[in-house]
C-alpha cells in the first residue's frame, strides 16, 4: 500500500494548548449542524499522523453518516450503554440509578446517539499491541475535531451487541473494536473543565513521592 504525505491543514489554526485545556466530553449533540465530509476528512488525517508501533499503522474507522443507519445504530448503543450498567451495578433504568450518581449526566449519551450527526467507530486490524497504536489517532482525532468547534466524547460498546453491530456494517471478523467517538456541534459550550491536582495524581521516583510541584 503507498505511504502519503501530508501537510498541516489550513483549518486548524487553535494553539494546541487551548484545544487540549479547553476539550470536554460532549454528549449533548446538535443534530441540525452537520460535519462535513470536509471536515470528518481533516480529523482522520489526523488521526493517521499520530505515532504508532514500528508504523505499522493498524488503526481502521467507520464513518457513519446515513441517518437511518444512525438512528438504528443509536438504539444499539443505548442497549449497550443500560447493559455495562446493568452488569456493573445491576441497574436497569435511570429509576435505578442513585441521585448522586455521576452516570445521570453520562446517561445523556445514550439517548443522543440516535441525534449525531457522524458516527466513528474505530477498529484495529487484530495483530500486535494494536491498542496502543491506536488510541494516540483517537486523541489526535478528538483535539482536531475541538480545532474545528466540533465536540465529541470516547465511548465504548457491550459484548451484547457487537455482533449486531458489526452486521449492521459489514465489519470483517478479523476486525478488533476499540471505540466509538460521536461527533457534532455541542448544544452547549466546551471547557474549562476542572480536573483533580497533577500533584495528587503524580508519584516523583517511587510510589506516594509528591512530585517538585506538590
Excluded at 498541516?8 to 494553539?15: S, W, Y
Excluded at 471478523?173 to 466546551?190: A, E, I, K, S, T
Aim: proline residues 9%; charged residues 20%; contains cysteine.
Amino acid at each position: 500500500m503507498d505511504m502519503v504525505r501530508l501537510d498541516p491543514p489550513a483549518e486548524l489554526t487553535m494553539p494546541i494548548g487551548e484545544a487540549m485545556f479547553s476539550q470536554r466530553a460532549i454528549r449533548r449533540l446538535d443534530p441540525d449542524r452537520p460535519v462535513t465530509d470536509a471536515q470528518l476528512e481533516i480529523m482522520l488525517n489526523a488521526a493517521s499522523k499520530a505515532p504508532n508501533g514500528g508504523n505499522t499503522q493498524p488503526a481502521r474507522y467507520l464513518v457513519i453518516r446515513d441517518r437511518e443507519d444512525i438512528q438504528k445504530f443509536g438504539k444499539l448503543y443505548h442497549e449497550a450503554w443500560w447493559a455495562k450498567r446493568r452488569d456493573a451495578y445491576g441497574w436497569n433504568s435511570r429509576a435505578d440509578m442513585p441521585e448522586d450518581s455521576p452516570y445521570r449526566h453520562a446517561a445523556l449519551l445514550a439517548d443522543e446517539m440516535v441525534n449525531a450527526p457522524a458516527v466513528i467507530l474505530v477498529y484495529s486490524q487484530a495483530h500486535g499491541a494494536a491498542a496502543s497504536s491506536t488510541f494516540p489517532g483517537v486523541q489526535n482525532l478528538l483535539l482536531a475535531a475541538r480545532a474545528l468547534g466540533v465536540g465529541s466524547v470516547l465511548t465504548t460498546l457491550h459484548a451484547e451487541v457487537m455482533e449486531r453491530v458489526n452486521a449492521m456494517f459489514g465489519v470483517p471478523d478479523d476486525m478488533v473494536f476499540h471505540c466509538c467517538l460521536p461527533l457534532g456541534y455541542p448544544r452547549g459550550n466546551f471547557g474549562p473543565t476542572s480536573r483533580l491536582p497533577t500533584s495528587e495524581t503524580t508519584s516523583w521516583g517511587r510510589w506516594g513521592t509528591p512530585p517538585p510541584w506538590k
